[in-house]
């Protein structure tokens, strides 16, 4: 490592310090000085062969090499004085000095914020995606509580028609049983023991009376106490649902007729 030495090398530099070659690439190198040789400081040494031409590296040079220094100083001398070494050994001023320890303080807190910001969201999009499956969990269950209860409503509703449509049918076959037999019994004088028969009657209609009266209480406690709760958020199913089982009325009110027209 020879120091101080020249831009432009001459043939007492090489013989002073007993240089044999100078490497360098081929590039031709001016020189504003005016000691080189035109355009090109080597021409000399390449005309008496005492220049090796070296290859260059692609995206290696001094000027790159300097260029990166001096965009990254900030960075290098930041560095530098956390591993230890003063402003003095860096030749930075103190003015300087404090200015990077509070950029690269903000810089670092700023990050930090990013980083804690990001962990927040992550952990709130958990949260809410959770929220949203315990939601429509609960949904799925209250479906089907609601369906489990219309379908027992429904099956309860049919079981207790068609008990009534029973009684109603045996309570006219009664009737017509006991008409045919006193017209039977009676022949001619009918007429004297029809009037004797209105008693009976008169207990037939009030017993479908009765259970008509029946029907639409139980109608009524149903409909308040299983229908009611579920007609708000499903309002057709449930009306739809309540016109289905409230159709035994219809054979008590023929029953009740034909009672009367005996």
Known sequence: MIEGS????????LVEHQIDYVAHDALPYGDASGDGDGDDCYAWMKRSGRFQETQRTPGVSTSDIILRIVKNYNDYVFRNLARGYTRKELGVGLLKERQLRAKYQIK?????????????????RKM??????????????????QNRIA?????????????????????????????SY???????VGKVFRSTL?????????????????????????????????MKPRKSQSSSSFDASSSPETPIQTTAGSSGSG
Request: a positive charge.
């Open 182 to 188: 006193v017209q039977r019994m009676t022949g001619n």
């Open 128 to 145: 809410k995606n959770r929220i949203e499956e315990q939601v429509q969990n609960s949904r799925s269950i209250y479906t089907r509580v």
């Open 198 to 230: 209105k008693p009976v009657n008169d207990e037939i209609s009030k017993v479908n009376k009765f259970a008509q009266n029946k029907v639409v209480q139980v109608n009524k406690v149903v409909h308040d106490r299983f229908l009611q709760p579920l």
């Open 108 to 124: 670092n807190l700023s990050r930090r914020v990013q980083e804690q910001q990001a962990r927040i969201y992550g952990r709130g």
């Open 151 to 179: 379908q027992q409503t429904s099956l309860q509703m049919t079981k207790w028609h068609h008990e009534i449509q029973d009684s109603a049918k045996w309570l006219h076959e009664v009737q017509t049983s006991a008409e």
């Open 6 to 13: 020249p831009w432009v090398v001459t043939p007492e530099f």
